[in-house]
């Protein structure tokens, strides 16, 4: 069994970025397992613009000497804004061939307690031994797919996160059910390869984040308003920026704000590519069947579709059980707050050793762990956790 201090299952923007800061601080040997910014490249729409600013799409060293700026200087390709996808996730690989250029692409099976520290099991059979493990496994195993929809086969009903190429869908009809940002753009993004789109929302209306115009028209007042990373509504942004504030505000606060900063919404510059689409609010879809090739949709306003597909942009509920490389021993061991692991400064769980990055760290640091802005705070904050504890 090969051995290492810390072992870090994930190569998304907090993996790396962790590894980056675990591997700066001192001597300890760090280990990454995954596929590098594999969510972005396999599970989001090929054509798709982040919705983030550019200031909040920087992943994290300690010197702040792999920016997307260095990134542009180094490679010679354009940083735009909004950024395109595939240059986020080139500019994630190479972040990953500075800082992590040792990185094991292979999958981990399996992560189990043993003595003081941990045995993990890779895809291959080979096994680890860790004295802490990060994992930084993203969102993917939390998509959620609304139980009335889960009895429909894959070729009529999928969920947003199942395509990165939505062409196949060219010359189709398809009903979008959602009302975020994964919702409209994929809307957009369908329509402009040939499909038929309709869009349903169950709220009455679809809400736009105009402040990014006010970013480039009264930036000083924007400024006053919004933080960089641009997550939550004026003021609360500059609440969300600061994790270490966030945290200690009273937890029916903390719910409350939590979940306004991250509702639904679609970034101004799709509204324009939006314009052509059917967009039906205060609808939902009540039940689905399939018809031959094709699906019927019965709807709440007592009409009928029938559509060649139904994409379910219907966002991800973070549940740690979902992990499958976690055995049932480890999560009846830790502290869970419906489904999230409840976390320490140093992003530790109950078990000593054992720590959550990402979206899983949002219910004890607030909603910036959902995004690629968040992997600043958590980086430095698990590499002083770690480093105090030894
Ligand atoms: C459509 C869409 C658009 C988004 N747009 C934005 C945006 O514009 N800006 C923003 O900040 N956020 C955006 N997000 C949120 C984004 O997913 C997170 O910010 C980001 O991915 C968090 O990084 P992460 O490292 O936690 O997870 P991920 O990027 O998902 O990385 C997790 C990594 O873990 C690896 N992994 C998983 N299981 C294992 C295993 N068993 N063994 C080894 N490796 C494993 C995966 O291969 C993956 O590479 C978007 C999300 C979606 C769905």
């Not at 729409?45 to 550019?54: A, C, F, I, N, T």
């Not at 105009?210 to 007042?221: E, N």
């Not at 939006?274 to 699906?295: D, F, M």
Request: proline share 7%; charged share 20%.
């Amino acid at each position: 069994m090969t051995t290492c201090d810390v072992a870090i299952v994930g190569a998304g923007p907090y993996g790396l970025s962790a590894a980056a800061h675990l591997r700066a601080a001192n001597g300890l040997d760090v280990r990454v397992f995954g596929e590098p910014m594999s969510f972005w490249e396999r599970h989001m729409p090929k054509g798709m613009l982040l919705r983030s600013p550019l200031a909040g799409s920087h992943l994290s060293d300690p010197s702040r000497s792999l920016t997307l700026q260095a990134y542009q200087k180094t490679s010679g390709n354009q940083i735009t804004a909004p950024l395109p996808l595939y240059r986020f996730t080139d500019y994630g690989r190479w972040f990953q061939s500075q800082a992590v250029p040792d990185l094991d692409s292979r999958k981990v099976d399996r992560v189990e307690k043993n003595g003081a520290g941990f045995r993990l099991t890779l895809e291959d059979g080979e096994t680890w031994k860790a004295r802490r493990v990060i994992i930084a496994a993203g969102i993917m195993p939390f998509a959620w797919q609304p139980p009335e929809f889960k009895h429909l086969p894959f070729t009529l009903a999928s969920h947003a996160c199942a395509h990165c190429e939505l062409s196949r869908f060219a010359g189709k009809k398809v009903a979008v059910i959602g009302a975020g940002q994964s919702a409209l753009e994929s809307a957009a993004l369908l329509r402009e390869m040939g499909a038929e789109v309709e869009v349903f929302v169950r709220a009455p209306f679809v809400r736009w984040l105009w402040r990014q115009k006010w970013f480039h028209t009264f930036k000083p007042v924007a400024r006053l308003l919004y933080a960089p990373p641009d997550v939550g509504q004026a003021g609360l942004s500059h609440i969300v920026a600061r994790p270490n504030l966030f945290r200690r505000l009273p937890r029916p606060v903390q719910d409350r704000w939590g979940k306004r900063a991250i509702r639904a919404a679609g970034a101004a510059w799709l509204n324009p590519r939006c314009a052509p689409i059917r967009i039906k609010t205060s609808t939902s879809v009540i039940s689905a069947s399939p018809r031959g090739e094709r699906l019927s949709l019965r709807l709440s306003d007592n009409t009928e579709r029938f559509v060649d597909h139904m994409l379910l942009a219907t966002g991800y509920r973070v549940d740690i059980s979902r992990y499958p490389f976690l055995t049932g021993q480890i999560l009846e061991s830790i502290r869970r707050i419906n489904g999230y692991p409840q976390l320490d400064s140093g992003f530790q769980t109950s078990m000593p050793g054992l720590h959550f990055l990402g979206a899983p760290a949002a219910w004890s640091f607030g909603p910036l762990m959902r995004f690629v802005a968040g992997a600043e705070f958590a980086s430095r904050a698990v590499t002083r956790g770690i480093l105090r504890k030894g």
